[in-house]
């Protein structure tokens, strides 16, 4: 009976190894896929500009401008196709030094109050400058801290409120941010009066080099890259970036980061690698 046993033991931890391997294999073949994936998707959004760099290059070179209106215009477009060129491969360094576990965070104990207030203060006047609507509301009651690196948690906010320009109604954008606290979390929202995003896309917003609407997005500096790279950077501080949207109605993210359990408000340097 114990014999038996021991069999029956041997042979259930070899089924188990033999699904471990399996599963293993799937994931290398799905990360192998993903691979793929990714190096044809930089190549094509590499193509595209240079294609048209050297399209307007030609044209120069051709002596086909002749006014200097036309020629003012042609080095307008090569320049925003050189800026592009510059935005993505900052995203794709950003994207693989987070990939290999290289991004270094200076981690420090922030206090989350008076952090959003500066920002948004900030945004605010940036915002308004350029003639969009904005309002803050801080409905933060107590002094919380969290431990965060100051200048990713920037890039994910800006990250967000960048889409939000990009994506909304040109002259007609209004934003509205909102910072409280629940259960352990601090949440920022950021909600706009943008197109939205259908249900069935918005799933898939968070993944690398995803588009909504590629053909529409061609020109908005769009790499899709955004979104994934905030989530990343948000989910190394613990945190989440939730997003809920309506087409037609606007979008609106959220950004949930853990509060710091340590009390007091202390700036003490907290080094996380
Ligand atoms: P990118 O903006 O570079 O294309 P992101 O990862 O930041 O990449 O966003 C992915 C996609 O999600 C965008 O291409 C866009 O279609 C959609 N999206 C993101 N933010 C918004 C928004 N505020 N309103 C409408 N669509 C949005």
Not at 107 to 117: D, F, G, L, Q, R
Request: aromatic share 10%; net charge negative; proline share 3%.
């Amino acid at each position: 009976n114990n014999a038996c046993n021991e069999i029956g033991f041997l042979i259930e931890s070899f089924n188990i190894m033999a699904e471990k391997l399996k599963e293993n294999e799937n994931l290398k073949q799905e990360y192998e896929e993903n691979r793929k994936a990714l190096i044809a998707n930089i190549s094509h959004d590499l193509k595209t500009p240079i294609t048209a760099i050297q399209g307007y290059i030609e044209a120069i070179q051709d002596g086909i401008v002749t006014s200097p209106e036309k020629m003012a215009q042609y080095l307008e477009i090569i320049n925003n196709n050189t800026v592009y060129i510059n935005h993505l491969i900052d995203d794709l360094f950003l994207f693989s030094k987070l990939d290999m576990h290289q991004l270094e965070f200076k981690m420090e104990s922030v206090p989350i109050k008076a952090y959003m207030h500066d920002l948004m203060t900030e945004f605010s006047f940036e915002l308004q400058e350029r003639g969009f609507e904005f309002h803050y509301t801080d409905d933060m009651a107590e002094k919380y801290n969290v431990v965060i690196d100051r200048k990713r948690i920037y890039q994910v906010i800006r990250n967000i409120i960048g889409n939000a320009i990009k994506y909304g109604p040109p002259g007609a954008l209004r934003l509205e941010t909102r910072l409280y606290k629940s259960e352990g979390f601090s949440y920022l929202t950021i909600r706009d009066n943008g197109p939205g995003i259908p249900e069935d896309k918005l799933p898939r917003i968070f993944d690398r080099f995803y588009r909504v609407d590629s053909e529409r997005t061609k020109d908005l500096m769009s790499t899709g890259l955004g979104l994934s790279i905030a989530k990343e950077l948000v989910e190394a501080h613990g945190g989440k970036v939730l997003v809920e949207s309506v087409v037609g109605e606007g979008s609106c993210f959220t950004l949930a980061i853990p509060l710091s359990t340590e009390k007091g408000s202390g700036h003490e340097a907290y080094s996380d690698n």
